[in-house]
Structure formats: C-alpha cells, structure tokens
C-alpha cells in the first residue's frame, strides 16, 4: 500500500497565532513530499516541493517565512502557517512521492480555520 | 504556463447512466496527464493515467483517451453507480509538478 496521513485533519486558530500541520507516508519511505492549498470550488494549487534533509522549494507568490516546511525524516514533512490571519483559512493537502517512482499519494487534507 | 480545464459540475446522474466529464489541457511538451478521485472525507486517489498521445487509461470500469489534437482526456463511463459519486480531478504533469483542475462534483442517485 501506499498510505499518507495528515494531522490534525482540522484545526481553529487565532489571528496572529502559528499553527503546524504534519504529513507521514505510513508504508513507504518519501524523499520528497508536496504541500498544495485548495480553496473552495478551486483547483489545488503547489505551494511548495519538501526535500528530506534540505530547503523546500517554494512555487512563486508563496512566501517561505510565512509557510514554514521541515522534511526531518523520510516519513515526515511539516507545514508551519505562521502568524497566521484569515486569508489563510483554505484546506491544507499533502502529497508523498514513492522514492523511484513518479506517482503522487495524497493525504486526506487539513481544514485550517483562523478567526 | 501549463494549465487544465475541466467542466463546472455538480453532475448529476441517475444509476446506470452514462457519464463524461469533460478536460483540455494546455502545456508545452508531452505532459502525462491523470484522473484522480477524492471520496467525501478521504484523500485523492489516482484514478487512470496516461502518459503519451493515443495512451488509453482505464480503472473500475472508467476511461480516458490522451487525444494530443484536441488536447484533451475526458473522462467516461458506461453505467455510474452510486459508489461513484464524489470529486473528479484531471490533471498534467510536466516534470514533478502536478497541476490540476477545479474538480467536477459527481453525484448518483439510486
């Protein structure tokens, strides 16, 4: 199989607060993992590629400081929204990359909601 | 830039019935282009794929033809059932990046 899990799938925040998202390959082992938003009736957009063990790669428009990703391990990829405000509320998805092989698995997705 | 354009839903269709969800894509090269699934609360699920021109992906009865001509890989199935129903995405990919559609809800009733 070829499970990611993300956690939490939904999480409230306050304005100004930081809020981490996690993303594990359960059954394989994933040098690069992916990060896109979906807002509603919207396509999911890239925000970033996460490497194992170096700097991610952001996709234009998408600040770093602000979408903070760790790739510490080769089951686990972070996202820190931080200082978060509303504009950020939007459904938060990953996706894991078997090593050698080109097929995206994808999470379940994380609902973020700051007030 | 490379993009994807799927028909607005909801779709809306009685068990058995034929279904096409339309896509078009625009890139530069030869993308390998996919469907992929999300059911209500689960993550996306590859659905078919194909990967170079005249290439026909097929999984659980459902279709798609990667026609480069009219730059398109609509989707199709002969009778949907009920255990169909849930977001479509059709998507390219051009190096590592996946970029997608907006989705076509697909609801079925019984």
């Known amino acids: 199989g070829a499970v990611v899990s993300q956690h939490p799938s939904w999480v409230i925040c306050k304005s100004g607060t930081s809020v981490k998202i996690e993303c594990r390959s359960l059954?394989?082992?994933?040098?690069?993992m992916f990060w896109y938003r979906q807002f509603p009736k919207q396509s999911l957009m890239l925000m970033a590629t996460?490497?194992?063990?170096?700097?991610?790669?952001?996709e234009q428009g998408v600040e770093k400081d602000k979408f903070l990703i760790n790739h510490a391990s080769l089951t686990l990829s972070t996202l820190t929204v931080t200082s978060a405000h509303p504009e950020d509320s939007s459904f938060y998805i990953c996706?894991?990359?078997?090593?050698?092989?080109?097929?995206?698995?994808f999470g379940p997705g994380t609902r973020l909601t700051v007030t | 830039g490379d993009s994807v354009t799927q028909m607005e839903g909801p779709v809306t269709l009685s068990e058995e019935a034929f279904l096409t969800i339309n896509c078009t894509y625009t890139?530069?090269?030869?993308?390998?282009l996919f469907w992929y699934v999300q059911y209500p609360g689960e993550g996306l699920q590859l659905l078919l794929k194909?990967?170079?021109?005249?290439d026909k992906g097929s999984n659980k009865g459902f279709e798609a033809t990667y026609r480069k001509e009219t730059t398109s890989f609509h989707l199709e199935k002969g009778s949907v059932q009920v255990s169909d129903s849930a977001v479509y995405f059709c998507?390219?990919?051009?190096?590592?990046?996946?970029?997608f559609g907006k989705g076509t809800t697909l609801s079925v009733s019984s």
């Open positions: 996460s490497n194992e063990g170096s700097k991610a790669t952001y």
């Open positions: 996706s894991a990359k078997k090593d050698a092989q080109n097929e995206q698995y």
């Open positions: 194909a990967t170079k021109a005249d």
């Open positions: 890139a530069t090269g030869y993308p390998s």
């Open positions: 059954d394989f082992q994933a040098t690069t």
């Open positions: 998507a390219l990919q051009a190096g590592t990046a996946l970029i």
